[in-house]
């Protein structure tokens, strides 16, 4: 079980929707009232959560404090601990670090980079493992803050489900798992419309720029690579 303690709201259900469909238990809370509430709890029935992912500003009591509550008890001194902070100055790393933390995410933070500290920290945990990590599979595929569950087929972009046609799914999931790779604008009628497609390559342009507007914010990481097609770059905050 990972418990997110976040107060932005969207911010919240994107990390709880990630990582549930990554395989994770996960729960959310918008302030530390809320939080300690579920820790007294915890503290009834002897069952902690296995990662807490911690934002350091939050409308009552900062994670700063929180930690170092958490690192004072002894039921909770080793609770993996990852903090987050929009500020992402040297000073709250060195204090979160200092303090016990055993990560630090500076926002804002692609899903994908969340996904891979949060595996990593919970590796070093005998015992814990995501369903994710248990086989190899590929059914979340993630870039910045969209989010394609292959499963489920969903899209989130911003945390906002995307409602796309076959033909502009087919298109992002190509260019999600081949990720900084350039496509002409030839493979990509031959990869998403199938090598008999009768058509031209504008085509694909009218999809592209579809798709580009369906993912609002978010659209600006397809990139249009002069004379040759497309790619799905990178955004600030984005692990490549």
């Known amino acids: 079980m990972i418990y997110c303690v976040e107060d932005d709201d969207g911010s919240r259900e994107l990390m709880l929707y990630t990582l549930k469909a990554a395989g994770f238990e996960a729960v959310g809370f918008r302030d530390g009232q ?6 007294r709890e915890c503290a009834g029935t002897g069952r902690y959560p296995d990662l807490i992912m911690l934002d350091i500003m939050l409308p009552d009591e900062d994670g700063i404090s929180i930690l170092h509550k958490l690192r004072e008890q002894l039921a909770t001194e080793n609770i993996p601990v990852i903090m987050e902070s929009a500020k992402g100055t040297e000073y709250d790393k060195v204090i979160g670090l200092d303090l016990g933390a ?5 926002k804002p933070f692609g899903m994908m980079e969340m996904l891979s500290r949060v595996k990593a920290v919970l590796r070093r945990k005998p015992g814990v493992r995501a369903a994710a990590d248990e086989e190899e599979d590929d059914s979340i595929l993630t870039a910045g803050n969209i989010t394609m569950n292959i499963t489920e087929h969903t899209v989130l972009a911003g945390g906002n489900n995307i409602e796309l046609t076959l033909k502009e799914y087919e298109l992002l999931r190509l ?11 030839e493979e990509l009628l031959s990869s998403v419309w ?3 497609f009768v058509g031209e390559s504008r085509t694909v342009d009218v999809h592209v720029g579809t798709l580009r507007s369906k993912l609002g914010a978010e659209g600006d990481i397809i990139e249009t690579v002069r004379g ?3 790619r799905l770059g990178s955004r600030q905050g984005d692990s490549q």
């Open 34 to 39: 809320s939080f300690h509430r579920q820790m």
């Open 102 to 106: 055993d990560d630090y995410l500076a």
């Open 175 to 185: 260019l999600l798992r081949n990720r900084g790779k350039v496509f002409s604008r």
């Open 194 to 196: 199938s090598s008999d």
């Open 228 to 230: 040759v097609g497309y």
